[in-house]
């Protein structure tokens, strides 16, 4: 866990997240030096319950908590000195067939196909906007979350 992950958007875009979709969480896996203010900003927007820190996740675990998620979302922050690459766990959390919601951020536009597998997403309001888009239409995230899986298989699977 680290700042330019972005994080922390998604944390403050839960409270308006749970007044659309009330039993919405989101779960943080991962561990690193923004763990503690992550969880103080859960913390002061009274979303313990909510926000879920799961601390490092061992590569047999994966498989399930990709298979329980909704949405895979990955925030990244534009960085000089620490780049974004090309987003692999996009394309393990679309094997599992889930919608995916990246920034324009580094490698990650390369590895979902925007309106498609997932989307791309610009600003706040517009994360906001497509996390609710597919948490509210389960048929729209049931078929993005194929064609991810689709793609990964047939572009990125030897």
Do not use: H
């Amino acid at each position: 866990l680290v700042k330019r992950k972005g994080q922390d958007k998604v944390i403050r875009l839960m409270p308006r997240i749970l007044d659309v979709v009330p039993k919405a969480v989101f779960l943080i896996a991962g561990d690193g030096e923004e763990r503690e203010n992550l969880k103080q900003t859960a913390q002061e927007l009274q979303l313990q319950d909510r926000v879920i820190f799961l601390g490092t996740i061992k590569e047999a675990e994966l498989p399930d908590l990709y298979s329980a998620c909704d949405v895979f979302v990955l925030t990244a922050l534009p960085s000089k000195d620490n780049w974004e690459g090309f987003g692999m766990v996009c394309l393990e959390a679309a094997y599992f067939k889930k919608p995916v919601i990246v920034t324009n951020v580094g490698g990650l536009p390369e590895a979902i196909e925007d309106n498609k597998t997932g989307f791309i997403v610009k600003d706040d309001g517009e994360l906001f906007e497509k996390i609710i888009l597919l948490l509210k239409d389960e048929n729209l995230a049931n078929e993005m979350g194929r064609a991810g899986r689709k793609r990964v298989e047939e572009k990125f699977l030897i």
